[in-house]
């Protein structure tokens, strides 16, 4: 739509219940500027908007819509898009798709080529949005859900390459002996001579016609369709300075070979090869390119493969083998030892090692038991496992990661913002060159002024063509996120991928994050004469009533350690102190050191160890059997493996590392000195961790919050980006910017590095992408050649163009030999082939 014009837009509106609400919408509607009027109709959940667009817009009215109380229904569209050259083409799309009555957002990115589209649909449909596309110039793939639609995507790209590579060689059978008879003679004085002398210079023009002929109109024939397309549309691209160089160059040398005469003496010469060669060339710097977009997307083709085409279902007693598009919620499924685990799912029964690393980034298979959850795609061990599917099609974990990734792919950090700008005005800019130019050494360029402008105004043409610019963001993006993924660290946006690599802080929640989040026992230490297997079973089986976190963290400790506990003969409470219980006839006594200084026993022989546990952060607590002092044990919340590793790592980056915890200070304090973290902002409540990130962003500093649990939702939004661990809840991952797969901190410096190591990849490209132009433009308009005679002929010019582009996508691809700072995992970790046993005796780790 136009400014200066009515127009009408449908909104659906969701959670109307009566005339009221009806009356409340369109009372709220016709209250903004601009809206001329708006009737709602409650049958079919309807608003009716007629506006003046010069005034509002339909974000306006959305946001009007919500802020009544009402939720207006959107929808979103990814159209693979075909025929895309540089960022002026994605800028024609972006604009051919606004101008459609309904749509609210539309963002194109070139390295994927994709769309993607926030619209109203009440208002438009998928197809007006296709036709859009079509009208500007552009194709749009069919696709189908699921991986037909990907198989669809892939077969179309694949039969680009091969459709480029075919140009390619077509061109180049015309084209080499073009270049041939053009470059050869002017280098070989004696080979002019001799050519001079066997054919006129009239019949080697028409020779060279009949060589240019089939590149010009043959496979340049995509410069013309496309670029006339921009140009009808306002929008000049490169296809369009492609078309103008190539077409005055050929029409230039047509001219000269059918009325040689009209021309002045010397200056009937013929430019056949600046067309031709720089058609092949061109077209070779597309196909290289293809080849590097292809290669750019491997990561999400990896993922995307993960997942089993089928799977073997169980109902009933029978057993057989479908499509995993057809198994259900709740289905029980088979899986044999080395297959791929098909879906989301639970253990029922069976034991294996699962190789999660392709999801998660963790290298250390994980075992699996009755009760546990499985992710699809993930790698079966040496165990048969029988599951209940959990979640199928778009709800899997998979498919989830494989829409962030494609959703952080087709976005736009801010450093796109200034090349966006720049390439909005700089082939108008590149055309007006090229005019003066022209214009310059037609007049002022002396005897064979004409020749001289045209070749001059040819290079400038070609070699501005801005493919270096609109690639040079998208695919370093579309590289990073899906390394990224590859490792386990999920970016939700190139926002977040850009944001991350300006932390300076990084602020972290203990409990979950920095430690396990779950009590364990950590300690046992004997006197002389009792076994550890004794005093365990017996603490065990004193406590395994209790719902306490420090009796259950006993009692599970023995059972990892497969000791059978005895229910106990009596048990009670001893307030204040601890708890006195029977079991199996030996009076078991559990409690702090005043429960034992009541009991008339010395803990002093322990007094070492209390002490050391007490710098820990750890409250010891004494066993006493039969009256006799047996042990001194610890509960404790333990460091997550990787946490001392990551602490570390973040220092050597460069950056403060601080913790923000609701746990009591003494504890906070000594899990900060055993991790070497910076600052502590210990007892916390909940609702105040938001304004303990504030206090850390005083001064303008950067922070990075990682956190797992609900009540670090306001934080992970308060920070400059939220960082959450992929094992925590769906709060805290829904909330974040930034998601690690698996529980690993050490994720936290490998996505800052990645980060960083993207964000340099996307300077140095834009450097070369706008360096490379504003370096050349004038030497191909020829300011060197009055002082040292450089000219920079269309051919060498279109070869310039082409090893831009590639560079570009070269420089990108090299994120996928990124190698992160930490392993996900410590070669310490327990073989898959057997589950870790438990240390005889003296402290658990």
């Known amino acids: 739509m136009t400014a200066n014009e009515s127009a009408t837009l449908e909104i659906g509106v969701q959670g109307m219940t009566c005339a009221s609400c009806v009356g409340r919408v369109e009372r709220g509607l016709k209250k903004v500027d601009g809206v001329e009027d708006a009737t709602v109709n409650l049958a079919t959940e309807?608003?009716?908007?007629?506006?003046?667009?010069?005034?509002?817009?339909?974000?306006?009215l959305i946001a009007k819509v919500r802020d009544v109380g009402y939720?207006?229904?959107?929808?979103?569209?990814?159209?693979?898009?075909?025929?895309?050259?540089?960022?002026?083409?994605?800028?024609?799309?972006?604009?051919?798709?606004?101008?459609?009555?309904?749509?609210?957002?539309?963002?194109?990115?070139?390295?994927?080529?994709?769309?993607?589209i926030q619209y109203l649909p009440a208002s438009t449909t998928p197809g007006q949005l296709k036709t859009a596309v079509r009208e500007a110039g552009y194709g749009v793939l069919e696709t189908e859900a699921g991986e037909a639609g990907v198989d669809t995507q892939r077969a179309a790209r694949e039969a680009e390459v091969s459709h480029l590579r075919s140009q390619v060689v077509f061109s180049a059978v015309f084209a080499v002996p073009?270049?041939?008879?053009?470059?050869?003679?002017?280098?070989?004085?004696?080979?002019?001579?001799?050519?001079?002398?066997?054919?006129?210079?009239?019949?080697?023009?028409?020779?060279?016609?009949?060589l240019a002929a089939p590149v010009q109109f043959g496979p340049g024939r995509r410069f013309y369709r496309l670029g006339w397309a921009s140009l009808?549309?306002?929008?000049?691209?490169?296809?369009?300075?492609?078309?103008?160089?190539?077409?005055?160059?050929?029409?230039?040398?047509?001219?000269?070979?059918?009325?040689?005469?009209?021309?002045?003496?010397?200056?009937?010469?013929?430019?056949?090869?600046?067309?031709?060669?720089?058609?092949?060339?061109?077209?070779?710097?597309?196909?290289?390119?293809?080849?590097?977009?292809?290669?750019?997307?491997?990561?999400?083709?990896?993922?995307?493969?993960?997942?089993?085409?089928?799977?073997?279902?169980?109902?009933?007693?029978?057993?057989?083998?479908?499509?995993?598009?057809e198994v259900q919620v709740s289905d029980t499924l088979r899986?044999?030892?080395?297959?791929?685990?098909?879906?989301?799912?639970?253990?029922?029964?069976?034991?294996?090692?699962?190789?999660?690393?392709?999801?998660?980034?963790?290298?250390?298979?994980?075992?699996k038991t009755q009760g546990a959850a499985v992710i699809g795609g993930t790698l079966n061990g040496n165990g048969a496992l029988t599951l209940r599917v959990t979640r199928v099609g778009n709800d899997t974990a998979l498919a989830q990661i494989i829409k962030l990734v494609e959703t952080a792919q087709g976005s736009k950090p801010p450093i796109q913002g200034l090349a966006d700008k720049v390439v909005a005005v700089f082939v108008p800019i590149v055309l007006v060159i090229a005019a003066v130019t022209f214009a310059a050494w037609f007049f002022l360029g002396g005897e064979g002024a004409l020749s001289q402008a045209l070749i001059n105004m040819v290079a400038v043409l070609i070699i501005a063509c801005p493919c270096a610019m609109g690639l040079a963001t998208p695919v370093s993006v579309m590289v990073g996120t899906g390394k990224a993924a590859e490792l386990g660290v999920l970016f939700k946006s190139g926002t977040a991928l850009e944001g991350l690599?300006?932390?300076?802080?990084?602020?972290?929640?203990?409990?979950?994050?920095?430690?396990?989040?779950?009590?364990?026992?950590?300690?046992?230490?004997?006197?002389?004469?009792?076994?550890?297997?004794?005093?365990?079973?017996?603490?065990?089986?004193?406590?395994?009533?209790?719902?306490?976190?420090?009796?259950?963290?006993?009692?599970?400790?023995?059972?990892?350690?497969?000791?059978?506990?005895?229910a106990p003969q009596s048990s009670q409470a001893v307030p204040g102190f601890g708890l006195e219980a029977s079991v199996n006839g030996v009076r078991v006594q559990v409690g702090a050191d005043r429960y034992m200084a009541q009991l008339n026993l010395s803990p002093d022989v322990f007094a070492a160890q209390a002490e050391q546990l007490g710098n820990e952060g750890k409250s010891p607590l004494y066993v006493a059997l039969d009256g006799q002092l047996a042990a001194i044990l610890a509960v404790a919340d333990p460091v997550k493996e990787g946490s001392r590793e990551a602490v570390a790592a973040l220092h050597s980056q460069g950056l403060k590392v601080a913790m923000i915890t609701g746990d009591n200070a003494r504890t906070a304090q000594a899990i900060a000195r055993q991790l070497g973290i910076d600052q502590v902002q210990a007892e916390v409540l909940p609702g105040d961790k938001a304004e303990a990130v504030k206090a850390l962003q005083a001064g303008g500093q950067k922070v990075a919050f990682v956190g797992d649990g609900i009540n670090d939702a306001p934080a992970l939004a308060q920070a400059d980006v939220g960082i959450a661990i992929g094992t925590g809840t769906d709060v805290a991952v829904e909330t974040a910017d930034v998601v690690l797969m698996s529980g690993d901190l050490r994720g936290v410096p490998n996505a800052l590095a990645l980060?960083?190591?993207?964000?340099?990849?996307?300077?140095?490209?834009?450097?070369?992408?706008?360096?490379?132009?504003?370096?050349?433009?004038?030497?191909?308009?020829?300011?060197?050649?009055?002082?040292?005679?450089?000219?920079?002929?269309?051919?060498?010019?279109?070869?310039?163009?082409?090893?831009?582009?590639?560079?570009?996508?070269?420089?990108?691809?090299?994120?996928?030999?990124?190698?992160?700072?930490?392993?996900?995992?410590?070669?310490?970790?327990?073989?898959?082939?057997?589950?870790?046993?438990?240390?005889?005796?003296?402290?658990?780790?």
């Not at 608003?47 to 306006?60: E, G, I, L, P, S």
């Not at 041939?180 to 023009?205: E, G, I, K, Q, W």
Request: net charge neutral; charged share 20%.
């Open 46 to 60: 309807r608003a009716t908007v007629r506006f003046d667009a010069a005034q509002t817009d339909a974000k306006t």
């Open 335 to 367: 899986v044999l030892p080395g297959e791929s685990i098909p879906l989301d799912a639970e253990v029922l029964a069976g034991q294996s090692y699962v190789n999660e690393s392709m999801i998660t980034g963790e290298s250390v298979p994980i075992q």
């Open 178 to 210: 073009l270049l041939l008879l053009a470059m050869l003679p002017m280098l070989v004085p004696a080979l002019d001579a001799a050519l001079m002398r066997a054919v006129p210079m009239t019949a080697l023009n028409w020779i060279m016609l009949a």
């Open 501 to 566: 690599q300006a932390a300076q802080v990084i602020a972290l929640d203990k409990t979950g994050t920095l430690t396990k989040g779950q009590p364990e026992l950590t300690d046992l230490e004997l006197t002389a004469g009792f076994e550890r297997e004794q005093v365990l079973r017996l603490v065990a089986s004193a406590e395994q009533d209790s719902e306490h976190p420090i009796a259950r963290a006993i009692v599970d400790a023995a059972k990892r350690e497969s000791l059978s506990l005895s």
């Open 755 to 845: 980060s960083r190591a993207t964000l340099r990849n996307i300077r140095l490209n834009l450097f070369w992408a706008f360096g490379y132009n504003i370096l050349l433009i004038p030497v191909a308009a020829g300011v060197l050649i009055p002082a040292f005679g450089i000219r920079l002929s269309p051919v060498l010019a279109a070869a310039a163009m082409g090893f831009s582009s590639v560079f570009v996508l070269s420089n990108a691809l090299r994120l996928r030999r990124f190698k992160p700072p930490l392993p996900p995992s410590s070669p310490a970790s327990p073989s898959p082939e057997r589950p870790p046993a438990p240390e005889a005796q003296g402290r658990l780790t």
């Open 71 to 116: 939720e207006p229904i959107t929808a979103e569209l990814d159209l693979p898009i075909t025929g895309m050259t540089c960022a002026n083409c994605v800028g024609r799309v972006e604009r051919a798709l606004s101008k459609v009555d309904g749509v609210l957002s539309a963002s194109v990115n070139l390295a994927s080529e994709r769309a993607h």
């Open 232 to 325: 009808k549309h306002r929008s000049p691209d490169m296809n369009a300075l492609v078309m103008i160089g190539t077409s005055a160059a050929f029409f230039y040398s047509l001219a000269v070979t059918l009325a040689p005469q009209l021309f002045p003496a010397g200056t009937a010469h013929v430019y056949y090869e600046a067309s031709g060669v720089v058609i092949t060339l061109i077209l070779l710097g597309k196909y290289f390119e293809a080849l590097a977009k292809g290669r750019s997307s491997e990561a999400m083709k990896t993922l995307l493969s993960l997942q089993p085409k089928e799977a073997r279902v169980l109902r009933g007693d029978i057993e057989s083998l479908i499509s995993v598009d």
